[in-house]
């Protein structure tokens, strides 16, 4: 079956996997008794559902006083069925007021720039769709590959002091991006301190700071918990301090929104980001009508809405956060026994465990083009586990023939852990299985793509075979 599905883990059918789904932590929560409850009250209504506003009474709740909307005139809270849809209608209505102003390099490359701790695959791809260039700047610890750091998920503030302090630069930059936890560098979180110093200097220069902030209430836990001065907060109150650093933010519910389906993007009255962009509410509730429907329910169902304002309740709780946060390091722990040899990203972060795969498969001669992690996950489903490649396949592109990495190179295996669905059990089963791999590691052979190599968001549709 691996085979017949051309080795992609996407293509293949779940009901089939015997051991644990591992591929994505988004979407894949199992609701609480509480969240099951909050569906059955689920207000169908096609205009101004009860949900909706619900939802825009949990964001004060969960973010922060400034996140009310006072301004009757003035809509901060749209919602998407996901985070990339979200993330797509940002940068489509962004990209159609940049483009009244007629900036252009004079040779087809981007004009504007989006700086950002580590933009996810979703988040880039939106970006460079509508003709944004993504620049990740990850701190030094990151590139270092530091086993020890804590905040490894932060920005490199200095790169980016050096890209706004040149004025010609500066005007290139319409916003800057926060991804909270940072996904793309290893599920990393980003300190405070990080957040205020990269909010100071985007204020300083007049810019917004955004968060994509899928795993906030892991990425508080996180300076709760190793952060110095917050030990006495409560999460709570650690996510609004980080809240209080931004502009506006965007969220796929499917991850600390504890639900199955949801997105939203949410700006803040008087910030940076609603002051540059005055013309971006209405642009964005048009786009709301033509691809998702009345913007009170956002392509989502009302149950779905009440479904997500329990959600965000249960993900600042201590206890939830603690169980969610501590599983995924055991698990971290074991896969780190089975292989040794600095091959997991430490210190393992809230949601996944990442294989470095350049380490992985130091010394086996397998080059990047034999896409090695491609063959890893093809044999880790024939295991019964699903993992997911986000390396050189997921984040490189192949141009006019030729594959070209992405800068900051990055190449990993992730194991994501859905939210309260596995035992610590079931993990030690995957965390074997990725070991005995890894043993054998001389023998797995590489792959080459029968499909879709030229693809954009390639690793979603592609289709591969082992070599010989
Ligand atoms: C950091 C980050 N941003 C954005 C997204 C996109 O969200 P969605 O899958 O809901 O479109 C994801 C999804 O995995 C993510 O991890």
């Not at 609480?32 to 209504?45: A, I, K, V």
């Not at 990740?136 to 920005?155: S, Y």
Request: charged share 25%; glycine share 12%; net charge negative.
């Amino acid at each position: 079956m691996v085979e017949a599905v051309g080795l992609n883990v996407f293509k293949f059918p779940a009901r089939m996997i015997p051991g644990c789904d591992l591929l994505t932590d988004s979407g894949t929560t199992t609701m609480t008794m509480r969240q099951w409850s909050q569906l059955l009250l689920g207000d169908e209504s096609y205009g101004s559902n009860e949900g909706y506003f619900e939802f825009k009474e949990q964001v004060v709740e969960t973010f922060g006083p400034q996140w009310e909307n006072l301004d009757k005139d003035f809509e901060n809270v749209f919602l998407f069925h996901q985070g990339r849809a979200a993330e797509n209608g940002l940068f489509t209505c962004l990209g159609r007021i940049l483009e009244t102003r007629g900036k252009s390099t004079g040779d087809g490359r981007p004009w504007y720039i989006i700086p950002s701790n580590g933009h996810f695959d979703t988040t880039m791809a939106n970006i460079e769709a509508n003709g944004f260039e993504g620049r990740n700047l990850f701190c030094k610890e990151a590139l270092a590959k530091d086993r020890q750091a804590r905040f490894k998920g932060n920005m490199d503030v200095a790169g980016l002091e050096v890209l706004l302090d040149d004025p010609k630069m500066r005007e290139r930059v319409p916003l800057v991006y926060l991804t909270i936890t940072n996904n793309t560098g290893g599920g990393q979180p980003v300190s405070l301190e990080n957040m205020r110093r990269v909010s100071e200097l985007c204020h300083t220069h007049g810019l917004p700071l955004m968060f994509d902030a899928c795993r906030f209430a892991e990425n508080a836990w996180f300076i709760r918990q190793f952060e110095q001065g917050h030990q006495d907060r409560s999460i709570a109150e650690v996510v609004r301090l980080m809240f209080e650093q931004v502009d506006g933010f965007h969220i796929s519910l499917k991850k600390d929104g504890l639900v199955n389906i949801g997105g939203a993007l949410v700006a803040k009255e008087g910030g940076f980001l609603s002051k540059n962009y005055p013309e971006l509410q209405a642009a964005l509730t048009g786009h709301q009508v033509l691809v998702e429907g009345h913007p009170t329910y956002g392509g989502l169902a009302g149950r779905d809405l009440k479904g997500a304002v329990e959600g965000l309740k249960t993900v600042v709780s201590r206890g939830f956060l603690d169980y969610r946060i501590s599983q995924v390091q055991r698990f971290g722990a074991r896969v780190d026994e089975a292989c040794g040899a600095d091959v997991v990203i430490k210190p393992v972060g809230g949601h996944a465990v990442y294989l470095d795969l350049d380490k992985f498969f130091e010394g086996t001669g397998l080059s990047d083009e034999q896409f090695p992690g491609i063959s890893l996950t093809a044999l880790l489903l024939v295991a019964g586990h699903r993992l997911c490649e986000l390396g050189v396949y997921a984040f490189g592109r192949n141009v006019g023939g030729k594959e070209v990495p992405s800068e900051p190179r990055v190449n990993n295996v992730r194991a994501a852990v859905p939210r309260l669905c596995y035992e610590d059990i079931d993990l030690r089963a995957a965390a074997e299985a990725i070991g005995v791999l890894y043993e054998q590691r001389e023998g797995i052979p590489g792959v080459e793509v029968e499909y879709g190599q030229d693809l954009p968001m390639r690793h979603f549709v592609s289709r591969f075979r082992f070599k010989e």
